[in-house]
């Protein structure tokens, strides 16, 4: 009780002193966090690195378990008595996804309730636990019951690692950092491929492929007990002496009393109160949660996880391996998202979902092109694959890292955890009916539609990324939030 009292007298401490913060010097210490002081520059980077590597590892974990059914589905299928069922070996997939969107609804209460890095442990516990079940699976229901774990730990992961990258990142890095996340995705899913290699050869290896999964759960969960905590949490929750001691330790001594002058700046006196989701959802922050959700949706309707489900199908048409036809997608994913990490905070936010969204949509159309009949059949195999890796290059870019980092940069910090909940949610909605009904539109409407559609839903982004998006590159999270503040 002692401690709690010395807490609520800090955090009363800077509610009544942020009047007082507003002097030349504390502002030039505020500033600095922005790469605009003069006297102390830009605290280091390589105080917040480690904890940033640390979060990473749920990115390399959701990574993983998209891709680690890719290899392995066929020898699991065969040792679990489903082989050729198409409805089991797609439940395989769906059941994962149906987990993670039930874990993304739940990420916002657990990540505001118990902190981002209690968040980050009780995401890797479920999948521990489902790798376990799903590598000791001895029928189909033991493998489903154990993706469904695995989903419900990849749902919470993603919006928690986007809010905790934005939370301890100084501002002139923070775009790079939130690269990292989709380079952790990247190698993940590469991970999966090569370690799956030779499942179709040896018989219970694909038992071993979800094994591995195991460690680096188990080492987010013990690494993330020595990881600072979101000072903007405890600062939320009235901890603003322990808020202080964790920004001296992603900081820096000389940088901690600018960041806590940032912090009250935005302190209205109502981040203790509970919101409810009808408030999201009809309240003044709707607009926000509409631009979100729709950044989301956009980022789906695309087609780009049409393209990661199937682009074996395509490049075997071409009569390249699948093997191959994995590497080659795996590779320009890694090297778009290595653009991304160099850009983020040279360019902006806003330019690179711009000329993302715009590259997709060209690769879209030499993809429909290419089942046309202007194009002929020597050409059409070199325009369809050429698009394919051209429309995961360019979503690399930008439209695979800037939408986490831009949302959970936009949201006032009150409702930052479960809007971005909500905005995960719809995330795997569409996610889920995208991989659900691509195959069939195929057969019914053609390549040529199809890749049309997607190619109209990336344009219809980059005209909605001009109109709704701001910049947010090099602000404090409190300048975005009295940005995007809504009327009382």
Request: aromatic fraction near 10%.
């Amino acid at each position: 009780m002692a401690m709690r009292g010395r807490h609520l007298d800090a955090y009363s401490m800077y509610k009544r002193g942020s009047k007082d913060y507003i002097n030349a010097n504390d502002k030039e210490q505020a500033r600095s966090l922005n790469g605009a002081g003069k006297d102390i520059g830009n605290p280091s980077w390589n105080r917040s690195f480690p904890h940033i590597l640390v979060a990473t590892l749920s990115s390399l974990l959701f990574g993983y378990h998209l891709g680690v059914v890719n290899e392995t589905l066929e020898s699991m299928s065969h040792d679990l008595g489903f082989h050729g069922n198409t409805m089991a070996e797609g439940l395989v997939v769906s059941t994962c996804l149906g987990g993670a969107f039930v874990g993304s609804l739940f990420s916002g209460s657990i990540a505001d309730g118990v902190g981002r890095r209690r968040a980050f442990q009780l995401c890797a516990l479920p999948m521990i636990i489902g790798s376990s079940m799903s590598a000791t699976a001895k029928n189909l229901w033991g493998m489903l019951l154990g993706r469904l774990f695995v989903g419900s730990g990849m749902g919470i992961g993603p919006p928690v690692a986007a809010l905790y990258v934005t939370e301890v990142s100084p501002a002139y890095v923070r775009g790079t950092y939130g690269s990292c996340t989709q380079i952790a995705t990247c190698l993940g899913l590469m991970g999966a491929l090569f370690i799956g290699l030779p499942a179709k050869e040896t018989e219970g290896w694909w038992r071993i492929c979800f094994w591995v999964s195991a460690v680096p759960a188990a080492m987010l969960a013990l690494f993330m007990e020595f990881s600072a905590e979101s000072p903007h949490w405890l600062f939320k929750r009235g901890r603003g002496a322990d808020a202080e001691a964790e920004f001296e330790k992603l900081l820096g001594g000389p940088y901690v009393k600018g960041a806590m002058a940032e912090l009250s700046k935005s302190d209205r006196g109502d981040e203790a109160d509970s919101v409810r989701f009808s408030e999201l959802l009809y309240g003044r922050h709707r607009k926000v949660i509409f631009i979100g959700s729709t950044l989301f949706a956009l980022q789906q309707l695309s087609g780009i996880n049409a393209v990661f489900y199937f682009s074996s199908t395509v490049f075997k048409n071409a009569g390249v391996p699948s093997e191959s036809a994995n590497i080659c997608v795996g590779i320009a994913n890694l090297i778009g998202s290595f653009v991304a990490l160099l850009l983020m905070d040279k360019l902006g936010r806003k330019l690179l979902l711009i000329g993302s969204f715009s590259g997709m949509a060209v690769a879209m159309g030499l993809q429909a092109t290419s089942a046309s009949s202007l194009v002929s059949s020597s050409n059409e195999v070199y325009m369809s694959v050429g698009g394919m890796l051209l429309f995961v290059l360019t979503f690399a870019m930008g439209a695979g890292p800037v939408p986490g980092l831009l949302l959970s940069e936009m949201f006032p910090s009150r409702i930052r955890a479960k809007a971005m909940s909500i905005c995960m949610a719809v995330h795997w909605v569409i996610n889920f009916f995208v991989g659900l009904l691509f195959l069939r539109l195929l057969e019914q409407i053609g390549p040529l539609v199809l890749n049309t559609i997607f190619g109209t839903f990336c344009l219809v982004a980059v005209i909605f990324v001009k109109k709704n998006v701001l910049e947010t590159k090099g602000k404090s999270l409190q300048e975005i939030e009295i940005a995007f503040l809504p009327p009382e």
